[in-house]
Every structure is written in C-alpha cells, then in structure tokens.
C-alpha cells in the first residue's frame, strides 16, 4: 500500500466513529423530505439578540420566549393570539402560524404578510400596519429604521411609503431592469436595492441587458408551447452594462453614480456611510484581476477617489461589502484575500490602512459585527484542516491577541452576538453533537451556560459508520474526505462504491458538522449495501487562496488528479470492489461526473456515472463565473477546448445518464442536448432524462423520483 494512503487510512480510523444504532430503514422519501426537517436536528427557531439589550428570543410554536441573559430567566408570550385579535378587529383573515420577525427593541418587533409591514407592540397588544404593497411585488427590501418598502414589479422599482406608492423607475423596454440583482448574482451580490441608514435614499442597479443573448425557455402547459426569453451572456460574448441610480425620498429626484468606463465592468459590493453622505462601490474589471474600491458623494453622484486597488494574476473577487465601525463615518473593515487567506482589514475613507485585523493560515468565513463602542470585532474563521468553525473577538486597536468567543470545542461554531458586544449565542453542530446552544459572557462573568442541547434524530434509524480521511493531493495539500459504510458492515465483504462530488469553487462538502456535512440519500445509500465517499479537492472553499486557485484557466484537471487521488486510495481498501465504482455529482459536480467518466486521464476508474445539471463545454456558461477562472474563450482557446467535454466523448466506456431541468436558466438545458445528439451522431450509448419545468435543481416531491431514479441507477449498474 502507498505510504500517503497508508497514513490517512490509520489517521481516519481514528476518527472512526459510529452514531446511536436503532433498527429502523430510512426511506428515500424520508431522506429527501424530511432531511431538512423532521430528521435533522432540532434548533431554536428565529433565534435572534433583541437590539440594545441583554436579552435574546426564540420562536416555539405560536409564541415567542423571551430570556434574560444575566440569569436566563424566560418569560413565555402568547404573540399569535393577539396579533390575530387585532386582525379580526379590523376585518383581516387570521394568520395561520407564527410569522418571521424581527425584534425592534425589547417590546416591539416587525414582520411581513403578503403585501403588508406590521410591527407588534407587546406591552399594548397593538398590531400597527405601517406600509403596504401591491401583493405581487417582488424583490422587497424593508429599510429596518423607517420600515418604508422597496420592490420591483415587472422590471420596473418602486416605493411604499405608509402605503404611498412611489415609481422610482419604470423599464424603458424589454432588457432593461431596476432594482434587482446584476452580474448573475456573483460578487455575493443578492439583491438590487440598498437603502440609506437613515432611510432617506435608496441605492439601486440598473441593468442594460438588450445587447445579451436571448436564450428560449418552454412553458408546456399553453398549447402550442410558448416560449419565455431569458438574457444569457455566453462567456466571451457581450455582457450586461450596470449602473447605480440614487433615488431621494423627499424630493422624488433620481440621479445616477459616475461610475465611468468601460461600460463592461462590475459594479460590486455597495455600502453608505453611516452619515449618508457617501456610497462605496468595489469595481472590477470584466478580466476580474482588478478591483478599485471607490468613493461617490450620494447626493451629486460625483466620482471622490479611489481609496485602494488590489490587483492578480489569477483573479480578484470582492463577496463583501465595507462595515462601518460604530459611532465613525469613515472607518470600516474590508475583507480581502491579498496575503493568501481571507481577512479583516481596517481602513478610513482616506485610503490609508490603519491595520490589519485579522491574520494567519485560518480564513475569515463570516463578520460577526462589533461592539457598540466600536472597540471591538466579531468573526468566524475555519481552521487550517477547514474542516472547524469558530468564533472570535479582537480588539481593534491591534493591541490585543484575538480571543476565542466561547469553548473552541472541535466543530462548526456559529456565533450570534448581541448589539452591545456583552454576550453571545455559541451555536454548535459537530460529528457528535447534533446542536447545542451555550450563552457566553463577553466579558469576565459566569461560564458558558447551556441554553438548548438537540437529541440525535436519527437516533431510531440504522446507519452505517462514517469517518473522515485525509489524503494528500499531487498538489501537496490535505485533502479532506468522508467515507460513509454500509449498514452492517463487515470488512471481509467487498462493496460497490458511490462517490459524490462537487469539487469547484465556493462549495465544501466535507466538514466537522452534523453527520460530517453528508445528506441522509447518501446514508440511505449505504443502508442498501454501498460505500458512499467524498473528497473536498483543489478548488473547493475555505482553504486558502493557493488551494483554491490551482483550478485556474484549466478546470478540471487539478480537480481530476485530486479525484483520482481518492480513487486510489479506495482501491487500496480491501473492503472496497475496485470493478463496481460509480460517481454523480450536479452542477459543477456534473462536470466533474462526466470528465471522470469520459477524460483520458480517468480512464476506466468508474462502471458508472450520474451527471446532473452539467456543464459541459465552458464556452456556453456564463460570463462572470466562467471568465474568473478560464479568462475568456479568445484568451485561453487550448484550456476551454480541453475542458470541454464533447473533445472526450469518444473515450466513453462505461453507462453514463445525463439529468437536466428543462427550465434551467443556470446551466442551460443546451449542455446536454448538444452533447446528447453528439453522442448519437458518434452512435456512443447514453442515457439521458429531462425534469419538465425545473431549473437548475429538482424541487419538491419530484426530488423523490430524482433520487429514486439515481438510487435504481446505482443498483442496477453496480450492485
């Protein structure tokens, strides 16, 4: 046996480890529908900090329980009855269950119906109705201070001011669009409107998008069919051309930013300043190895100056946008992956940087917030293995070490601070703790207190071991993977081997989290007698910048030697039947599902393969994902045509389906019936099955016949 893959099967038998056995099978069914519900842990519902107090609150059934945290002592509000007692009053039907809120201060918190803003105050059972919409609008953001609403309809933006509509922009004609997300929602872009703190402006996109593709999308129910036209920006092709408008709520005047030229750039990240006075905007070039993170006066739209640059040979890719420090208009952290990791970065609007905040081989994954004194930070880092999450407070004057926010205990930690900066929710998931929540002091008071601890609901069921390995890469880094055994196993025996992957950017699959981060389909997998793995390789999240930018301009072939890494080292388990290995993966894992089946370098590693969703040539996926990793195909011409599947097809040897939503408007339905018809143009066997009307995944029900259709699949080619 290699000595890499000796070592990480001693070191992953360590970690073996085997949940509560029950004697009961799961379903499919049960594994699709209640995964996430019924058969996941148990949480505090709508848990959340009540601004500027000591106080937190959580949701259970119909009421809401409030807890003090100097000595947790809970009060229990019936809130559903009241609020519907006020809604019979004025003639409104009941709502049915508890609605999302959001709490205000310690008496009041505010909430959405369809078409409706309402805010509750407890102490006078008052149910007040403060703006309200068209039922049909899409895209609302309520500005938290005012609870004024913005919202698109159609592609045009409007306000709700106390139920006052205001158009703040109307579609000119068909391709251009207000207030929705822009750039395919890359950058960590979500949204297309951001109001001021204050609530007197509202920042929002504008998109130009008449000079991208139209690509035709079939609604089935209409006879004949009709056709419903989505914009697509193949890579390489003309983009879409943004702008930032500012709308004025007292005037009724818009205005737009100078944002400049070339009109091919993205405009990322927005922020105001906590005076209103300014809006931040991190522009990045179309190459997407240049950022400049610029400063407009709001009320002019005039260009002020750029406060810094950063630039790459590979790419740069801005995700958040500043945070203003409290009680400053002009310092706020910037996250940036400049010396190798993600980090905090202190700076004012000078351009001068005033420090870094945060350093070392342990990304930043998430801001936390600050303190209300604005002294300190919160933030989430996972850990060299990435496989932990966990909290901390730094000082940021840089005079302190950073300090652990609660017990590092291994596993992910998702810490929820109050707005004072005193105390804070630990919320932990492990391998072996389903979710516990502890109350931590921020400052030198009691130990941490368990506040809610979830039993294993899985406790009933019969699940094979799991454990994790660790492999090392040609590349020299660990890899983490997950191996999930049948239920009953016995090592003398030899089982088929499922693996899943995903294996591309953003995206990591194996971590210290419930059940290792696996889907209960998989253990249903392994309770109908197949060994389930998974490898997190080069390319995937939270490793570093190094690790995850390998795959540049050559996707796929990092990631196929680090799969092929893990194959070896199956092969390499005596318990493993090296003849009867299958793989499927969705997306970017259905790329990687064909390439494993069809590339050169994999030859006859697998039987069998699922690809979901695939893409498979990179030339007809989008412009701003595809050109951060391959640059355009004019730029890397021998990269986009190796990458592309149709150039391997005649290398297809074992049983290969492709599944595809036939409204996917992510990677287009084209993937596959291009690569369909070549395969009978090239008389290669194929099968292949289409979900009518479903996107980029299968959703509801129909995800049952989706993993029933890839568990029969499985059975019938490898067990």
């Known amino acids: 046996m290699n000595k890499r893959l000796?070592?990480?099967?001693?070191?992953?038998?360590?970690?073996?480890?085997?949940?509560?056995?029950g004697n009961k099978n799961l379903t499919m069914a049960d594994a699709i529908l209640r995964g996430r519900t019924g058969l996941s842990p148990a949480s505090l519902r709508q848990l959340q900090w009540i601004p500027n107090t000591d106080q937190f609150a959580y949701a259970i059934g119909d009421q809401w329980v409030r807890v003090r945290a100097v000595d947790l002592k809970a009060d229990t509000i019936d809130v559903l009855s009241g609020i519907n007692a006020e809604r019979k009053r004025s003639g409104e039907e009941p709502l049915q269950a508890l609605p999302p809120a959001t709490w205000m201060d310690e008496q009041r918190f505010w909430f959405q119906t369809p078409g409706n803003v309402f805010t509750y105050n407890l102490s006078e059972s008052r149910l007040t109705r403060h703006t309200w919409f068209p039922e049909k609008a899409e895209n609302i953001d309520v500005q938290e201070k005012t609870l004024w609403a913005a919202y698109t309809r159609d592609n045009g933006l409007w306000i709700s001011i106390s139920g006052k509509e205001l158009a703040v922009a109307q579609s000119e004609e068909d391709g251009i669009v207000y207030g929705k997300s822009v750039h395919r929602e890359e950058f960590g872009i979500n949204k297309g409107t951001f109001w001021s703190p204050s609530g007197r402006y509202l920042a929002f996109y504008r998109m130009d998008e008449r000079m991208v593709t139209r690509y035709p999308i079939y609604v089935l129910d209409s006879m004949p069919a009709q056709v419903r036209y989505i914009r697509y920006p193949y890579a390489g092709t003309t983009s879409h051309q943004v702008t930032v408008g500012i709308y004025d709520t007292q005037s009724g005047r818009k205005w737009y930013l100078k944002t400049g030229e070339p009109a091919e750039q993205y405009l990322t990240n927005i922020a105001w300043t906590p005076d209103d006075r300014y809006v931040l905007i991190a522009i990045v070039n179309r190459a997407q190895n240049h950022l400049w993170l610029n400063l407009y006066e709001a009320a002019t739209g005039n260009f002020v100056r750029t406060l810094f640059e950063e630039t790459s040979d590979k790419w740069v890719e801005p995700e958040n946008p500043p945070h203003f420090v409290p009680g400053s208009n002009t310092d706020f952290l910037w996250q940036s992956e400049r010396d190798g990791y993600n980090h905090l970065y202190l700076y004012n609007l000078s351009g001068k940087l005033i420090r870094q905040v945060s350093r070392g081989n342990a990304p930043v994954t998430r801001f936390l917030g600050f303190s209300a004194d604005g002294k300190r930070c919160f933030y989430q880092t996972a850990d060299e293995s990435g496989l932990n999450r966990y909290g901390w407070m730094t000082d940021l004057s840089g005079n302190d070490r950073p300090v652990p926010l609660g017990v590092h205990e291994p596993g992910i930690h998702q810490?929820?601070?109050?707005?004072?900066?005193?105390?804070?929710l630990d919320v932990l998931t492990s391998a072996s703790v389903p979710r516990r929540v502890q109350l931590v002091s921020l400052k030198k008071g009691p130990a941490p207190r368990l506040v809610f601890e979830a039993s294993n609901p899985l406790a009933e069921y019969a699940l094979g071991q799991t454990r994790l390995v660790s492999l090392t890469s040609p590349g020299g880094f660990a890899l983490n993977g997950r191996l999930i055994l049948p239920t009953n196993f016995d090592s003398l025996k030899r089982y088929p081997t499922l693996v899943y992957v995903y294996n591309g950017p953003h995206v990591q699959l194996v971590t210290n989290t419930w059940l290792y981060g696996a889907e209960l389909w998989m253990h249903r997998m392994a309770q109908e007698g197949f060994i389930v793995f998974t490898l997190d390789g080069r390319g995937s999240a939270h490793r570093g910048?190094?690790?995850?930018?390998?795959?540049?301009?050559?996707?796929?072939?990092t990631e196929i030697e680090d799969q092929l890494t893990g194959v070896r080292y199956l092969k390499s388990l005596p318990y493993v039947d090296t003849m009867r290995l299958g793989v499927y993966g969705w997306s970017y894992g259905g790329f990687m599902a064909t390439s494993l089946m069809t590339r050169p370098e994999a030859a006859g590693a697998f039987r069998c393969g699922i690809a979901g969703g695939p893409v498979l040539d990179w030339r007809m996926y989008e412009i701003m994902y595809t050109e951060r990793y391959m640059d355009t195909p004019q730029e890397n011409p021998e990269g986009y045509k190796y990458s592309s599947l149709f150039n391997h097809i005649e290398n297809l040897k074992g049983r290969l389906l492709l599944l595809h939503g036939s409204s996917d408007d992510i990677v287009l339905l084209q993937h596959s019936l291009r690569y369909v018809r070549e395969c009978v143009r090239r008389n290669k066997p194929l099968d292949f099955f289409i979900y009518p009307e479903h996107g980029h995944n299968v959703t509801g029900r129909d995800r049952v016949h989706l993993f029933e259709k890839i568990e029969r699949f499985f059975v019938e080619n490898l067990r």
């Open 6 to 21: 000796l070592a990480a099967a001693l070191w992953g038998a360590l970690c073996f480890g085997a949940l509560a056995q």
């Open 415 to 424: 810490p929820l601070v109050n707005t004072t900066g005193d105390w804070a």
């Open 545 to 557: 910048y190094a690790f995850e930018s390998a795959i540049f301009r050559q996707l796929g072939n």
